[in-house]
Every structure is written in C-alpha cells, then in structure tokens.
C-alpha cells in the first residue's frame, strides 16, 4: 500500500480529489478509440483498464495523473475561462493523441466534468487533425456525448480555426 507524505493512501488521495468533482464516472467514445470523460472516470483505475486506455490527455489545471505507471499521461494546464488559450496547444494536442493512435491505443481525453476543457480539445484535435469543420465536429461530437459546452471563448477559438483551415464554420 503505497502512502503519500500526508500519510495518505491512493484510495483516500483519489476520494479526497472526488470530494471536489463529480462521483460518477461518465465517459463517451467520440471517434474510434477517443473517449472523453469526466475525472471520475480518469481515476477509475478498474473502468479505464476495462475499455483498455493506454494514453490520458489530462485538460484540467491542477488535476492529478495518478497512475503513470500503467498509463502514458500528457498535461494541458486548462482553465475553464473564456480568456484561456487554446490555440497554444494545438501542436501538444495533436502530438499526443496521434501517437496514441499508433497501434490503435485507446486515447482518454478529460477534464474535471467532461463538457468544456476535454470537449475543446477532442473538438480542436477534430478540426486540425481530422479535417471536421467546427459545425460538423459539434454536431458529431454531441451525437456521441450529450451536454458538450465548451465556454465562449474556447468556442471563438474553435470556430476561428475552422474558418483559418477551411473558410467554413
């Protein structure tokens, strides 16, 4: 049993951190092997080996990887505000989650929720990576996750990019 410097267990580290988020796990493949979730699902050790996860992309500002060890993790320090850059992480985004691709690694992107930071990037890695208009990357995306909601400002971002790649929203 692995203890921390306050004398803490994994599993009491993890319920401390779950104290502050959501409790159920809630996760959906967007494309083939993409998932989003929430953080619940991230710390579920038991569901991420079960849908066989390999790469986390962690999109929230002070959330913990807690297993890397058996998973590869790549940390985009993420606020939810409208004044957060998102265009400075494409590169980062793009790298990560095409190298978990290779081999058809199954790749989790999340944030606290699942609904804003995580559902930007998955979004972002559509439209630069995969060739998606915004419009038609929203409208996949929600078929497969309900309550997507990235803030305004992640939505300006995404929606300037489309037109930057595509002359199309």
């Known amino acids: 049993m692995k203890i921390n410097l306050n004398g803490q267990t994994l599993k009491q580290q993890i ?4 104290k502050y988020h959501i409790k159920d796990p809630s996760f959906d493949e967007i494309l083939p092997n993409i998932f989003v979730g929430n953080y619940a699902f991230a710390l579920n050790k038991k569901l991420l080996e079960e849908n066989k996860i390999t790469y986390i992309l962690n999109c929230g500002n002070g959330l913990k990887n807690f297993y890397p ?9 993420l606020y939810d505000s409208k004044t957060q850059n998102l265009i400075q992480y494409i590169n980062d985004i793009n790298n990560f989650v095409n190298e ?5 690694n199954k790749i989790l992107i999340h944030c606290g929720e ?4 995580s ?11 995969k060739g998606f208009t915004y419009s038609k990357a929203r409208e996949t995306f929600e078929q497969k996750r309900k309550g997507c909601c990235p803030n305004n400002g992640f939505v300006s971002q ?11 929203i």
């Open 69 to 77: 060890k058996i998973f590869k993790y790549k940390q985009i320090p």
């Open 15 to 18: 319920n401390a951190e779950l």
């Open 100 to 104: 978990g691709s290779i081999n058809n």
């Open 114 to 117: 699942g609904v804003s930071r």
């Open 158 to 168: 995404l929606k300037q990019k489309s037109l930057e790649l595509y002359h199309k």
């Open 119 to 129: 559902a930007a990037v998955c979004l972002m890695y559509m439209i630069t990576n």
